[in-house]
């Protein structure tokens, strides 16, 4: 009975980690190219772009309403379960 109660935390920790990977960590509307992350200088002259970054690792750039690139990647399930477990334990 241990175990499937082991298997039933991890998928509950899993399922919990999914959910914080998606919201948003930060929001941040600029029209400046010199962001640590960015390769695309070309999106920001003259013109304004909003990059939403998520918890799980990426940062989506849109501009007019419309998504036009994605920085970075999304955390693989080990990578996601870690980072996770590090903000619960920040929070404790």
């Not at 690792?57 to 970075?72: A, K, V, Y």
């Amino acid at each position: 009975m241990t175990q499937h109660s082991e298997i039933v935390e991890q998928q509950r920790l899993l399922i919990a980690a999914e959910k914080w990977a998606v919201g948003v960590k930060s929001l941040h509307v600029h029209s400046s190219n010199s962001m640590h992350y960015d390769d695309r200088p070309e999106d920001t002259e003259g013109k304004s772009v909003t990059d939403i970054e998520y918890y799980g690792g990426w940062i989506e750039r849109w501009q007019d309403n419309q998504h036009i690139h994605t920085f970075g990647k999304k955390m693989g399930r080990k990578e996601l379960l870690e980072a996770y477990g590090r903000v619960q334990s920040d929070q404790r």
